[in-house]
């Protein structure tokens, strides 16, 4: 058996109970510790002469004992063990609260390296509660020291020793699971220099130098397992359109599309009539006109005679999206047809007859559609709006009720162009990076709570002029555990601004009503019955309420700025002058930082690439909703050009070794991820 599968309980003091520890980070095998990066490192490399410590600094001092290291007991529940420690630059004092035994682990006379922070007494520098080592000896002082993920039961000391350890066993026999000519072409160090220097790195440059051999590697596995998840990628037949020139179509608009809306649409209508199924992610920023191109689709598909199934995550938004539609199409004499949960059964049975009747060419609605008993004969294309409120599985669902239908996803979800390529390994992305003219730019403001007054009486002015204005809090209500964080409930929000407002009609809306509730408020929000709205971020997927022109976000520190985005992007959508102001009493700098984004940039792309720079994919994503699996050393967001390196790399790979069989160990590790991930990325 190959050392790195070798069981952890090997290791010298580890039982069973110490072994149940290390499982719960995940370590079962050496192999597994040698993968258990630091978190982050410590630099006790440099030692600093008595002289030059300066108080507040964490370092590393080497210095002799001077004294006889004294016990004193305080009071009770309260012992000290002090000692005078010197160097040729001066002396210092160190203390070990509460730690009686240490007083027999110096000795008068003999160097030891101490780290740790260090303060003043007056003119004395001291020492509290430092790590020391003997001199010579230089694990956890004198050089870099790796800073683990501990557990209960498993300190730090523990994982230090562990990783040191299993280091030295498997010495001469590191799986290598790059390629040579890979390893070659990129530069990067052997795998067994990596591992070492990712633990106990000899310096600052051979740890970017192991760093980044584990971060290709991660990637390169990562890209040949979603190749090999996304399988045979020739293109699978599908219905073949006929292709109508969409200038009709246009022609029929109020407006003019934009160049990018005309570029996904011929990108589709290509799709369309390749004879091929079309798998394809619509990308833009809110408001740039995503549901035209799906308007588009649509149409072509009925002049084609054939069926277009249009969902959406919400009902509020399905009728929205049948209203739209039906303006656009039912002149054309495209008939649209809308079945949602809330609809009587008698609505539904009518929309269901004429569906099995083909009497409906454009079907809107929510999940509803994806119950078994309803008939989509015909049924050439579906639109799925809004990726990721959507699971695969009902995507999946709803194409299967067609013979292979065309498929087209729209997401306002600004991923960055590399990111998305690796998600949406099986899609082809459009990107509509262009606003309709005459769009206006929302004036986004940072204010603190010194300008509560005035923020109400600018809420006052626009709900006097007749415009509506959103309101968005961080969570839903008081929070018993934890009542006093300072965040603004959206009920209890809510409560103050119609105490504030007694003469105004204030709503509310939130994740925990049931979606009948949620509806309700909505669409009274949308039919202008509500002056002030105070929502969670439910808010966040697409409604229009083209009268709102003011949003104000609470505790905006609280939210990514690609959500913020987001949410922005439910203004400004009207002919008003709108405004966005973001509330936050936040006074760390980044915090800061990150809110005068917003105040500066308008572009959902380039936010959306600042939030994942400053936040890193796990938060931007939020629950992992990308699908990918976590990534143990690589930052999607900040080592997209390894990761294209990377997918390069593995793409050529596999074009010569489509299973991997001529890389059996690579094949492992490949296996092991998918099924570390449930068996599927997204
Ligand atoms: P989103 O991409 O957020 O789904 P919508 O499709 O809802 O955006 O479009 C936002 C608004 O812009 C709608 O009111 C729509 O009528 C309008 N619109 C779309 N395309 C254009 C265009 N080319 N010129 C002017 N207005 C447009
Ligand atoms: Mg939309």
């Known amino acids: 058996m190959n050392i790195w599968d070798t069981e952890i309980t090997a290791l010298p003091g580890v039982g069973e109970k110490k072994a149940a520890a290390f499982r719960k980070l995940g370590i079962r095998t050496f192999g597994d510790m040698a993968g258990y990066f630091p978190r982050r490192y410590d630099d006790r490399s440099v030692l600093v002469p008595i002289s030059d410590l300066r108080e507040g600094d964490t370092c590393c001092v080497r210095a002799m004992v001077a004294d006889e290291p004294r016990l004193n007991r305080v009071r009770r529940g309260m012992e000290l063990v002090k000692f005078r420690i010197v160097d040729d630059t001066g002396a210092a004092e160190v203390t070990y609260f509460n730690q009686p035994y240490v007083k027999n682990q110096f000795h008068v006379g003999e160097s030891y390296t101490f780290y740790g922070k260090i303060g003043a007494v007056g003119r004395r520098k001291t020492l509290t509660n430092p790590v020391a080592e003997k001199e010579g000896q230089s694990r956890v002082t004198g050089r870099i020291v790796p800073v683990y993920r501990t557990t209960a039961g498993l300190s730090q000391k523990v994982l230090v020793s562990a990783a040191e350890y299993c280091l030295d066993r498997c010495a001469g026999q590191f799986p290598d699971l790059l390629p040579e000519e890979v390893i070659r072409e990129h530069d990067l160090c052997r795998a067994e220099f990596a591992y070492r220097n990712i633990h106990f790195p000899e310096d600052f440059l051979s740890l970017e130098t192991a760093r980044r051999r584990l971060v290709f590697e991660e990637l390169f596995t990562l890209a040949c397992a979603l190749k090999i998840l996304h399988g045979d990628q020739t293109p699978r037949s599908g219905i073949r359109l006929d292709c109508p020139d969409p200038a009709a179509f246009y022609a029929t608009l109020p407006f003019t599309p934009t160049n990018a809306q005309k570029r996904a649409v011929d990108a589709a209508l290509g799709d369309m009539t390749s004879g091929h199924a079309m798998s394809r992610l619509v990308q833009g920023d809110v408001g740039s006109g995503k549901t035209l191109v799906a308007a588009a689709c649509a149409w072509a598909a009925a002049k084609n005679g054939r069926l277009t199934v249009m969902m959406a995550p919400t009902e509020i938004l399905a009728e929205q999206h049948f209203r739209t539609l039906t303006g656009i199409l039912e002149p054309l004499g495209i008939r649209v047809g809308l079945l949602t949960g809330s609809m009587t059964a008698k609505e539904k049975r009518t929309v269901k007859a004429q569906l099995a009747m083909g009497e409906v060419d454009v079907l809107v609605g929510t999940h509803a559609v994806l119950t078994d008993d309803v008939a989509l004969p015909g049924l050439a294309l579906v639109i799925v709006d809004e990726q990721h409120r959507f699971g695969v599985e009902q995507r999946s669902a709803l194409a299967a009720k067609g013979e292979k239908p065309h498929v087209l996803v729209m997401s306002a979800t600004p991923?960055?162009?590399?990111?998305?390529?690796?998600?949406?390994?099986?899609?082809?992305?459009?990107?509509?990076?262009?606003?309709?003219?005459?769009?206006?730019?929302?004036?986004?403001?940072?204010?603190?709570?010194?300008?509560?007054?005035?923020?109400?009486?600018?809420?006052?002015?626009?709900?006097?002029?007749?415009?509506?204005?959103?309101?968005?809090?961080?969570?839903?209500?008081?929070?018993?555990?934890?009542?006093?964080?300072?965040?603004?409930?959206?009920?209890?929000?809510?409560?103050?601004?119609?105490?504030?407002?007694?003469?105004?009609?204030?709503?509310?809306?939130?994740?925990?009503?049931?979606?009948?509730?949620?509806?309700?408020?909505?669409?009274?929000?949308?039919?202008?019955?509500?002056?002030?709205?105070?929502?969670?971020?439910?808010?966040?997927?697409?409604?229009?309420?083209?009268?709102?022109?003011?949003?104000?976000?609470?505790?905006?520190?609280?939210?990514?700025?690609?959500?913020?985005?987001?949410?922005?992007?439910?203004?400004?959508?009207?002919?008003?002058?709108?405004?966005?102001?973001?509330?936050?009493?936040?006074?760390?700098?980044?915090?800061?930082?990150?809110?005068?984004?917003?105040?500066?940039?308008?572009?959902?792309?380039?936010?959306?690439?600042?939030?994942?720079?400053?936040?890193?994919?796990?938060?931007?994503?939020?629950?992992?909703?990308?699908?990918?699996?976590?990534?143990?050393?690589?930052?999607?967001?900040?080592?997209?050009?390894?990761?294209?390196?990377?997918?390069?790399?593995?793409?050529?790979?596999?074009?010569?070794?489509?299973?991997?069989?001529?890389?059996?160990?690579?094949?492992?590790?490949?296996?092991?991820?998918?099924?570390?991930?449930?068996?599927t990325f997204n």
């Open 415 to 679: 991923i960055p162009r590399t990111l998305a390529l690796i998600i949406y390994g099986d899609l082809d992305v459009s990107i509509i990076d262009e606003l309709p003219p005459g769009r206006q730019k929302v004036d986004t403001l940072l204010v603190n709570e010194h300008y509560r007054a005035r923020l109400n009486g600018f809420i006052r002015k626009q709900v006097e002029e007749g415009r509506q204005v959103f309101v968005v809090c961080p969570k839903v209500e008081e929070d018993e555990d934890a009542p006093d964080l300072g965040l603004h409930s959206a009920e209890e929000h809510a409560a103050y601004l119609q105490n504030e407002f007694p003469d105004l009609r204030v709503g509310c809306v939130h994740g925990r009503m049931k979606p009948k509730q949620k509806d309700a408020v909505m669409s009274a929000m949308v039919a202008g019955e509500i002056d002030i709205l105070v929502s969670t971020t439910v808010i966040e997927v697409g409604v229009d309420v083209p009268n709102a022109n003011l949003m104000i976000i609470e505790n905006a520190e609280r939210f990514g700025l690609s959500q913020l985005h987001q949410l922005r992007g439910r203004i400004g959508r009207g002919p008003y002058k709108s405004w966005c102001v973001l509330v936050s009493d936040a006074e760390n700098e980044v915090s800061r930082e990150r809110l005068k984004i917003m105040t500066k940039l308008s572009d959902g792309f380039a936010i959306s690439e600042e939030d994942l720079r400053l936040r890193g994919p796990g938060d931007f994503f939020g629950n992992r909703q990308h699908g990918l699996p976590e990534t143990h050393i690589a930052d999607l967001g900040a080592d997209m050009q390894v990761l294209q390196d990377a997918q390069t790399a593995a793409n050529a790979l596999m074009e010569a070794d489509p299973d991997l069989s001529a890389h059996p160990a690579l094949r492992r590790q490949v296996d092991r991820m998918i099924a570390a991930a449930g068996g």
